[in-house]
């Protein structure tokens, strides 16, 4: 009897259970690994198409445009190959996050805002110890003067704005507008094309990085207000960047032209107090 009663009591419970959303459409959040990727239409540069995270499909509707680390209005067919095939580098070797805004609607997900990112943004930071003019490339936390130990790093520049042109991975670019490669106080840095020590970069002037008495580059300094003389600390130019100097830095990892791997980097904070003269522009 009591036993009678017990599932008597648990009755309304199980009537009473909720089979369908209580609101619909629901606003939804994710943050997660992607797991795969399709697009609807290859020859349509605003197609849709659908993005797998976790294994779970979310719609991206057509016209909208996606978010990567330094840039925005990137389209959804512009992550993918001609063939069709997502196009994230070393993916799915390396993993690939996503965190997108979504609404759930008629049961299924659809996308309203989507940032694209690998590996947690890749944040790292240390100090330069090598720097190889003619690859444009920097070793991070190696031995001092040694290209072959560190962790290696290039600008992600297809567009020469910070130094030596590293085009092939366009979406994980640098800034250029707002730039997303400079001094802690926004002052923007770049790496020579050429080695200072054998030929002056113009856009990327020797000069524009004073030394102090030992001839150590100086970690801090104030432009003069310009016009400048020749050859003195330019505030329309960019400043050099020097082995030493510490950086907080977040990038892409990708294959070099050997396949071996590299960080292409989109964001660099160098740890640099560069000022320009109060009242100029």
Not at 2 to 26: C, E, K, M, N, R
Not at 158 to 166: D, E, I, L, T, Y
Not at 181 to 204: H, N, Q
Request: charged residues 15%.
């Amino acid at each position: 009897m009591h036993l009678f009663g017990a599932l008597l009591a648990l009755l309304p419970t199980v009537l009473g259970q909720i089979t369908s959303l209580p609101y619909d459409p629901s606003p939804f959040l994710t943050t997660g690994f992607i797991t795969g990727g399709t697009l609807n239409n290859a020859s349509d540069i605003l197609s849709g198409g659908t993005l797998s995270i976790d294994h779970v499909e979310f719609i991206i509707p057509r016209n909208l445009l996606v978010n990567t680390p330094s840039l925005t209005a990137v389209a959804w067919s512009e992550m993918f190959t001609e063939e069709g095939v997502l196009n994230l580098p070393l993916w799915p070797e390396i993993s690939w996050e996503t965190e997108v805004y979504a609404n759930y609607i008629n049961g299924q997900f659809i996308a309203g805002i989507v940032y694209i990112f690998q590996e947690i943004l890749n944040a790292n930071q240390g100090f330069i110890t090598a720097i190889d003019y003619e690859k444009g490339e920097m070793r991070i936390n190696g031995a001092f003067g040694d290209l072959t130990t560190g962790h290696r790093v290039v600008i992600n520049d297809p567009v020469g704005r910070f130094g030596m042109v590293h085009g092939d991975w366009p979406l994980w670019t640098a800034d250029y507008d707002n730039p997303s490669i400079s001094t802690s106080t926004g002052f923007p840095v770049c790496i020579p094309r050429v080695d200072p020590a054998v030929e002056l970069d113009v856009l990327c002037p020797d000069y524009n990085r004073p030394v102090d008495g030992s001839g150590k580059p100086l970690t801090g300094f104030t432009f003069a207000a310009p016009p400048v003389a020749a050859g003195q600390p330019d505030p329309n130019l960019f400043v050099p960047l020097k082995v030493g100097d510490f950086l907080i830095y977040s990038g892409t990892v990708v294959p070099d032209a050997n396949g071996e791997r590299l960080l292409a980097a989109y964001a660099i904070d160098a740890n640099l107090g560069i000022y320009t003269t109060p009242g100029t522009s």
